[in-house]
């Protein structure tokens, strides 16, 4: 009977999962359907992600992750192929009965749409897990406005981010669970596939790692077991990962993705839960279980230690310059202490009251998987410091202790029932940074105009009109143009793409004779200007009133770009006058 109430409790959370996803993508859709209808995504990744997906259904190699038409002479992408497998197949399949563009619309859709019910269910699951059935179902609506992990699933958002944060909480849903080698080789394939994905996650499946040594370490019931199946788990899926996933630019000298320096560390970092398992029964007291795993550490971290020196700086190849003016102010990637006020609190503000109601939950019931979801959480804040990024992991965590403190206030009147709900609703946070530290409005250009998007859909238009050639365009414009176009360009904001970034810098801020070498040596049939765009690099003009952008911005024509005859607003499209690109004529 029991084990009944519990099915039909995990059916009942998945179809409430289901039913607030759908009613969140739709509101979404409807709202944003100018957008998605145009498969104008959200964010730079994501389009680039489609476009990955459709070279790879027309034919390109499936273990050849180059975009070609990116940078100096093609770009050795960092990514994986393992998140392009269903959204991959949806399109197959549907584009069979509807089309190409229909199939492309319904799987940017559909894929995160179906990884947020995936989310929402391993939530409650986990709540339910840690003895708060009742109120599993609170935790769902609690996770479904948790900011900023929800805009990670928003229609459009086939990145690899939403897929990771799953594979993440399925991880931490099997260390909660009965301990047994099943549970703990999922858990095990879970942490593989995160990692096969990319290294985003590598500190949360480290430090869940040390929590399973740790109840290994004190002898706990069963643990041996789940370690066993962990480490089973985890070997044999980054193994068979290596044999499916490498990809042709698998050497390539940067521990940044799944290449062969990220496989060597986890794959050797895999045996040491094996080694210690299968050892448990000549290490019968905790003296010799120390000494155990400090053989196993030493001698791993010998044998790892140049990997490990090139896995602790995967951004050590971006060019100084790069570094300085384009990755220090990606959004995301901005330590919390150096991000605008109104944005850090937005991101780490349910975080910090999640570890709050995380200790509160612990102190009060003594439970060790509270301890362990604390954990998690913590580190979440930690790497925040460090990377905004770092906040979505936590605030997915954060659901199960906070629906626990909404359903402790539920008996103590409605004062402190409105103050645990706005406590817990992530959306709270940043409209109070908001309304705390107002954005000033955005300027408006000369006539009365906005300014145009640099990435809008009217300017892709206007470029796709064009006769296929090179673009010159600032850094995020690349993955749309590349997604909306025939035209290959020069930068995009991926960090192995040094040669084409720095182009684009040393193009927009250097003089325009400086500018016209570029387009030649570069072959550039077109450049593009957009207001704004290349503040960040303001300062780093040699001579800003005699910078190319500059130039194009306020003065004279420059006599070797003429305007093309497609034009959106205040955003400019320049052809490079003909034989200026090409390539000299042989003597």
């Not at 489609?50 to 093609?74: E, K, M, N, P, T």
């Not at 509807?98 to 799987?107: F, L, S, V, W």
């Not at 384009?326 to 109104?342: D, Y």
């Not at 107002?438 to 006769?467: F, I, K, N, T």
Request: contains cysteine; proline residues 7%.
């Amino acid at each position: 009977m029991g084990w009944q109430a519990d099915r039909r409790a995990t059916w009942g959370d998945g179809g409430i999962a289901l039913l607030i996803a759908c009613i969140l993508a739709l509101a979404a859709c409807w709202r944003d359907w100018a957008q998605l209808s145009a498969l104008h995504l959200p964010d730079t990744d994501d389009v680039m992600r489609l476009q990955q997906i459709r070279d790879w259904l027309a034919g390109q190699a499936f273990d050849d992750l180059s975009q070609h038409r990116l940078g100096v002479g093609g770009l050795a992408m960092h990514w994986s192929r393992l998140p392009d497998l269903v959204p991959g197949a949806m399109i197959a399949v549907l584009s069979r009965f509807t089309g190409d563009r229909t199939a492309e619309i319904a799987a940017v859709i559909l894929w995160p749409t179906l990884l947020f019910v995936t989310a929402l269910w391993l939530i409650a699951t986990i709540t339910r897990r840690l003895g708060g059935a009742a109120d599993a179902r609170t935790a769902i609506i609690i996770a479904a406005i948790s900011y900023p992990m929800t805009t990670l699933f928003l229609p459009g958002r086939i990145d690899h981010h939403g897929f990771q944060i799953v594979l993440l909480l399925t991880l931490m849903e099997r260390m909660l669970a009965r301990p047994s080698v099943a549970s703990g080789a999922i858990a095990g394939v879970a942490a593989a596939a995160s990692l096969i994905i990319g290294l985003e996650t590598a500190p949360f499946i480290a430090l869940a790692s040390v929590m399973l040594w740790l109840s290994w370490l004190a002898d706990m019931p069963h643990a041996r077991a789940w370690m066993l199946g962990y480490g089973a788990g985890l070997a044999t899926s980054i193994g068979s990962g290596a044999l499916i996933f490498s990809s042709q630019q698998w050497a390539y000298p940067a521990c940044d993705g799944f290449t062969q320096s990220a496989w060597a560390l986890a794959q050797t970092a895999a045996i040491a839960p094996i080694l210690l398992a299968l050892s448990t029964a000549w290490l019968t007291n905790l003296r010799r279980r120390l000494a155990a795993t400090f053989i196993v550490a030493a001698s791993i971290a010998a044998l790892l230690m140049p990997t490990l020196h090139t896995c602790l700086a995967p951004y050590a190849g971006v060019d100084p310059l790069l570094a300085r003016l384009w990755l220090a102010n990606v959004g995301e990637a901005q330590p919390l202490f150096l991000a605008p006020a109104a944005i850090a609190f937005g991101y780490v503000g349910l975080g910090v009251m999640g570890c709050l109601a995380s200790f509160w939950c612990y102190w009060r019931t003594g439970k060790s998987g509270w301890a362990i979801l604390l954990a998690l959480q913590l580190a979440s804040i930690g790497l925040t410091l460090f990377q905004l990024r770092g906040a979505y992991a936590g605030v997915a965590l954060a659901a199960p202790a906070l629906a626990m403190l909404v359903g402790a206030a539920r008996t103590r009147g409605t004062l402190q029932l409105a103050g645990a709900w706005l406590a817990s609703a992530g959306i709270f946070y940043p409209l109070a940074a908001g309304a705390l530290t107002p954005v000033p409005p955005p300027p408006v250009a000369p006539h009365g105009q906005a300014a145009a998007s640099c990435a809008s859909p009217a300017l892709l238009q206007a470029l796709a009109r064009l006769r296929p050639g090179t673009v010159m365009a600032p850094m995020d414009l690349g993955p749309y143009v590349i997604a909306a176009t025939r035209h290959r360009v020069i930068s995009a904001p991926y960090h192995r793409n040094n040669a084409g970034n720095l182009a684009q810098y040393h193009f927009y801020l250097g003089t325009p004779d400086a500018a016209r070498q570029i387009a030649r040596d570069l072959a550039i049939d077109y450049v593009v200007y957009c207001p704004g765009s290349l503040r960040e690099a303001k300062d780093a003009m040699i001579a800003p009133a005699a910078a190319t952008i500059t130039r194009l911005r306020i003065g004279p024509s420059i006599g070797w770009l003429h305007p093309a005859p497609e034009q959106v607003g205040t955003a400019r499209i320049f052809a490079i006058k003909p034989r200026l690109s090409s390539p000299p004529l042989p003597h």
